[in-house]
């Protein structure tokens, strides 16, 4: 969403680099450009003003700290104001509730249904049992939709059938929940083409019976400044608590993030990512604006990483990779468990490389996948015998494998071959862990990254 603002900002830091002082000078031709590459990302007028003043006023006020050159003094401050922009602090979700009731507001089209089994089937990942109300009575099309997704993740959805009655649905869906222990339970409230007076009064009819712990507006982010506009309509009558942005992986410039929290108030809480159901991620405005100004996103890769990788496996694996035992089967298992990390894409977006744009990523990740593919082909094709056993695989094998998984002989051998240096690579650094960990081992002092500002955080 923000590849190419955050391409544009870290062109515009790597001039500023060259220059020895801050002056007011070079401070306001890189402000002019950061202003275009705002404008340019769909940023709303009054949000780019705004922005501009308090980096401007920051930077005048900045002291030249010895050892940190102007480009860093920049990214600091652009860091610290987008930060601020984006909300400055993390909002957590209300779930205070003796059942915590979740409002799902938005225009149809917006992904509204659809977020709504993403925020149950991360509810449910953490421990808890959520349960969804149907209560788009409208269109018969939103009720078969949760439905066929609460099958899909495995949670419940309350509805009743033929019946118009929103408050009738919402109460005996609330009433379920009481009786039967579900925590939290998620209204998906009826969409509209357009804001109008009978919906809102539908909605601030249910807002005001019921109380719900969190509003939570639904704004797809394709939409630029009307998400915007959208997202200052339904705060001035409902005045929501937070929002989530759907649609954030698309070529959308990332202008509505941006400027929704400054001209509502109200928190960004989840961002979501396409049509394929997996949880909503949580939304962190210090770790976006690291994305923004192409410093990865290594907190949320951890974070990532301990929700897919189970633990066992993770030891057993390192026992086997010390002894050279390492499998084709394992490397299956492994390759499963990278799948739910999402796209190499992604994974990369995650990672500090300097230099890699958008157009880099894609070709990496293309790449990539092509080759994942084409070594889990080769896999397929293998006895279950040759998997555990590679050692085994001679040549009559291998023609064998090749006509199996339709690759030539030459790549089946370069395959088998890459697998086995992996293997002494492992084992070779398992030992020299070892060694580090018993003192034994100097680990020599990496280089640092050309064209690249260090951060001078505290």
Do not use: W
């Amino acid at each position: 969403m923000f590849d190419n603002l955050s391409e544009r900002l870290t062109e515009i830091i790597r001039k500023t680099s060259g220059n020895d002082k801050l002056t007011e000078d070079n401070m306001q031709d890189a402000l002019r450009e950061v202003r275009r590459a705002l404008l340019e990302a769909d940023v709303n007028l009054t949000v780019v003003k705004s922005f501009i003043s308090k980096v401007r006023e920051r930077a005048e006020g900045e002291k030249v700290v010895q050892g940190v050159n102007p480009s860093q003094q920049l990214v600091k401050i652009v860091h610290d104001e987008l930060t601020e922009l984006l909300g400055k602090e993390d909002h957590p979700i209300d779930l205070s509730g003796q059942p915590s009731l979740i409002m799902m507001l938005g225009l149809q089209g917006s992904g509204k249904t659809t977020s709504c089994a993403k925020l149950a089937m991360k509810f449910k990942k953490d421990g808890r049992k959520p349960l969804m109300i149907a209560a788009d009575v409208y269109r018969p099309a939103a009720i078969t939709q949760l439905k066929t997704l609460g099958q899909q993740i495995g949670v419940d959805v309350f509805t009743i059938d033929d019946c118009k009655d929103v408050q009738r649905v919402v109460r005996e869906g609330i009433d379920k929940a009481k009786n039967e222990s579900y925590n939290p339970v998620l209204i998906d409230t009826a969409g509209r083409l357009q804001i109008d007076t009978e919906m809102m009064a539908e909605l601030l009819i249910l807002d005001k019976v019921y109380n719900p712990q969190e509003k939570l507006l639904v704004i797809d982010a394709m939409t630029g400044q009307e998400a915007v506009n959208v997202a200052r309509d339904f705060n001035a009558q409902l005045e929501i608590t937070g929002t989530i942005l759907t649609k954030t992986d698309g070529d959308a410039r990332g202008g509505a993030a941006l400027s929704v929290v400054h001209q509502t108030g109200k928190p960004i809480k989840f961002l979501g990512k396409g049509e394929k159901i997996e949880p909503l991620e949580e939304f962190h405005p210090s770790r976006l604006a690291d994305r923004i100004l192409g410093m990865g996103d290594i907190v949320s890769l951890v974070e990532k990483a301990q929700e897919v990788f189970d633990e066992k496996q993770a030891k057993e694996f390192e026992v086997k990779m010390k002894k050279a035992e390492f499998t084709f089967n394992d490397f299956l298992k492994i390759q499963k468990q990278m799948k739910m990390f999402g796209s190499i894409e992604n994974l990369l977006g995650m990672l500090p490389i300097p230099g890699l744009n958008k157009e880099n990523r894609e070709t990496i990740a293309q790449e990539g996948e092509k080759q994942l593919k084409k070594v889990e082909t080769f896999i397929n094709s293998m006895t279950p015998e040759e998997r555990d056993n590679p050692e085994i695989i001679n040549t009559s094998r291998k023609r064998r494998l090749a006509a199996g998984s339709g690759l030539p002989i030459h790549e089946v051998n370069l395959i088998i071959s890459q697998f086995e240096q992996m293997r002494k690579m492992m084992k070779g650094l398992s030992g020299l862990q070892e060694k580090a960990k018993k003192g034994k081992l100097k680990m020599p002092k990496m280089p640092n990254m050309p064209n690249f500002p260090q951060m001078p955080f505290k």
